[in-house]
C-alpha cells in the first residue's frame, strides 16, 4: 500500500517555474513507477510525466517535453516535477499516482495510487 501527498502549486503567472513534490509513505518506494497526471475542468485526465524506480526511465507528454523535468528521491520517498515556462494551458489539478512495475506508462488506468492533487493556475 502506498499513499501520496502532493504539494507546491499556485497560482502564478506566465513564465515562471514551480515545482511540485510528492512524498509517499509506505515500504520499498523503489519499487514503484511514478507519474504525474494532471486534470483541467472539464477534461480527461492527461498523462503529464513518469519515472521508473529507478530513475532510470522517463517520459514526457509532448506538450511538456522541454519544459518540465521529473525526478525522485528514493531515500526521501519523494517524487518531483520542475515545470519551468508555464502557459496558461498548464492551468489544471496536478496528481502524483504509482504502479508497481518498473515500466513508465501513460494510461491512468494502469497506476493503483493516487494522491489528492495540487492546483496550479497560470494566468497570462
Known amino acids: 500500500q502506498v499513499q501520496l501527498v502532493e504539494s507546491g502549486g499556485g497560482s502564478v503567472q506566465a513564465g515562471v517555474s514551480l515545482r511540485l513534490s510528492c512524498v509517499a509513505s509506505?515500504?520499498?518506494?523503489?519499487?514503484?513507477?511514478l507519474g504525474w497526471f494532471r486534470q483541467a475542468p472539464g477534461k480527461e485526465r492527461e498523462f503529464v510525466s513518469g519515472?521508473?524506480?529507478?530513475?532510470?526511465?522517463?517520459d514526457y507528454a509532448n506538450s511538456v517535453k522541454g519544459r518540465f523535468t521529473i525526478s525522485r528521491d528514493n531515500a526521501k520517498k519523494a517524487v518531483y516535477l520542475q515545470m519551468n515556462r508555464l502557459v496558461p494551458e498548464d492551468t489544471a489539478a496536478y496528481y502524483c499516482?504509482?504502479?508497481?512495475?518498473?515500466?513508465?506508462?501513460?494510461?491512468?488506468?494502469?497506476?493503483?495510487?493516487w494522491g489528492q492533487g495540487t492546483q496550479v493556475t497560470v494566468s497570462s
Open positions: 519515472i521508473s524506480g529507478t530513475g532510470g526511465s522517463t
Open positions: 499516482a504509482a504502479r508497481s512495475a518498473q515500466n513508465v506508462v501513460r494510461s491512468p488506468v494502469l497506476y493503483s495510487y
Open positions: 509506505g515500504r520499498t518506494f523503489s519499487w514503484y513507477t
